[in-house]
């Protein structure tokens, strides 16, 4: 199999196909070899460990994983790529399944699992909320929009910051590896992508926190007490809520960490139906 990671050879297999690359898929396919190592590294895979993959594309990622020793579970939405990556990922130890990874069942996968993906653009943000959210994975490494990967790592108060950073603030620690450039990949993107490791820690998903989260990012240039206020909650629970918490009563969600969310979400109990 002639090396996956030139952009003559993608362009050769897309033509034998009679296939285009299709941007509404995020099917941008990283033609580098030293940064597909990254990954790899990365991923530190353990002989015979299991893998799961979203978006396999030709294969490039997917044969480089089971190279390294894991078995892969890779699932594609692209019913096209089908013959391709019979091909490119035969005799390997790959498990193919066409869907769309934003509607399937995580549930079964064992937890402390590892995910590693060249996520598609446009289902990272739902697709790792979920991921996180469901806590089967123990490790996860993305690669994503450099724009995501900030609003993942943001500190409070940072232009970036928001629901995403307290999703994975929540349930995890990243950390940014490093960035690629369009040039990584074929077609190229418009814009750089980051590959970001997240090291869940086993928090279990706390709707009722994150329901309380929702309503104070509702509007960001309102005040977290109006916010909070048009969500139901009584003015004088949420300014003694605000108070007990050791927050300003005119402070605006933005300012807040995971932990004074914790902190006010146990001052405040459920709004008022
Ligand atoms: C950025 S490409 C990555 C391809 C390959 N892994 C690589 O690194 O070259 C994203 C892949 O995700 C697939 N994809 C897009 N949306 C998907 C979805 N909702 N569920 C599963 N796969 C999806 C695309 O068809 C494409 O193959």
Known sequence: ??????????????????????????QNFL????????????????????????????????RALALAGARVHAIEKDTRLEPVLRETLAGLPVELSFADALDCDWSEVPPGSLFVSNLPYNVATPLLSELLRQGRFGRLV?????????????????????????????????????DFPPEAFYPRPKVTSTLVELEHTGAPDDPELFRLIEAAFAARRKTLRKNLEQAGWPRDRVLAALAEAGLEPMVRAERLGIEDFRKLHAALGAPAS
Not at 39 to 46: E, L, M, Q, S
Not at 49 to 62: A, C, K, R, S
Not at 145 to 174: D, F, M
């Open 1 to 26: 199999m002639p090396s996956l990671t030139k952009p003559s050879t993608v362009r050769a297999l897309l033509e034998r196909y009679g296939l285009a690359a299709d941007r509404r898929l995020g």
């Open 31 to 62: 033609v580098d070899a030293g940064l597909l190592d990254v990954i790899v590294r990365t991923a530190d895979v353990r002989p015979g460990q299991e893998v799961w993959e979203v978006g396999p594309g030709l294969g490039t990622l997917t």
């Open 142 to 178: 993305v690669l994503l929009q450099r724009e995501v990967a900030e609003r993942l790592a943001a500190a409070p108060g940072t232009p970036a910051y928001g629901l995403l950073s307290l999703r994975a603030a929540h349930h995890a620690r990243v950390r940014k590896v490093r």
